[in-house]
């Protein structure tokens, strides 16, 4: 069968015309190389589609386009069976659902997916289930300048799903654009990736491990935080009042009080991160800041009790759940702290500080 296509007509004067546009793609990659490379990949998918359905070629044209190419540029990647099987793959997804020729007015290179490496198209084509996500994955990339480890980690983490699924009061106690943006930094479940530790570990090396684990925390937090301190005291009428957790959010211009409980949400926990973010505003606050934001972050909630909690309360809070990430090693899983032990311990440095 490959000896036949070998001889057809069509397919040599279609090879040939493939060999010449991948030339000058190489003259012009200096220039532009990924878009250019997209677009060759792009017309490549379209046409292998089309030569499928009008020749009755199958998977066949596949296997032997795949076979001249590489013996033609031998010091080319990017021409494997797979690679193929992937363009076409590519072209059908946003093609068949998006028709996004017509959606950028003829213009490929206005579109999204053509601003961002290949390899993570394909992570994303094979990943995501309809275009609106594929294309919410897109653009978190162009934004926060993803590699592809951290584009598949969000997409193994379902960050499409999580994102802006926290129960809030931002509509009420925000502006519209603080609000949206806010609303948009939360997660809801967030999902935590725990350091080992030994199993009698004492309070200094829980310490180093909460420390250590700050750079996985900020990646499931999301882009903007930036760390301020774990325990920071709230000196009121001299009694000091520890924050558990404080970040500053660099798009928001505000602090954000994390509450971190083991416990399913109660209202009275509310009550005392409202506390906490009026503290804040009036001590640490800078006049050019936005108000700070609260976060509680529980083992579970109830989403109505959740509403009511926040419906009387005049700051920002957001409300949602955590899971602990099911990839974990099963081998450490044993010798991690529960959450349970870490706030028991947490509980107990407040007690001590008073």
Known sequence: MNNNLKQNNEYKKWLTDIKTRIKQTQIKAAIKVNTELLRLYWDLGAEIVEKQLKSQWGDT?????SLDLKKEFTNLEGFS?????????????YNQQDKIVHQVGGQL????????????????ITKCQTIKEALFYVQKTIQNGWSRSMLTHHLELNLYGREGKAVT????????????????TLK?????????LTEKYNERELEDALTENITKFLLELGAGFAYVGRQVPLNIDGTDYPVDLLFYHLKLRCFVVIELKTVKFVPETAGKTSFYLSAID???RHPTDNPTIGLIICKNKNNLVAEYALRGINQPIGISEYQLTKVFPEQFKGSLPSIEEIEEELNSMKKNKN
């Open 61 to 65: 044209v596949i296997r032997q386009l």
């Open 81 to 93: 069976r797979t690679n193929l099987h992937y363009m076409r793959q590519w072209y059908l997804f």
């Open 109 to 124: 290179e206005n579109h999204p997916i053509f601003q961002i490496p290949w390899r993570h198209n394909v992570e994303i």
């Open 169 to 184: 009061n931002f509509a009420s106690t925000l502006p519209a654009p603080q609000s949206d943006l806010a609303m948009q």
């Open 188 to 196: 809801d479940p967030y999902i935590f990736d725990l350091m080992a």
């Open 282 to 284: 009036d001590l640490m």
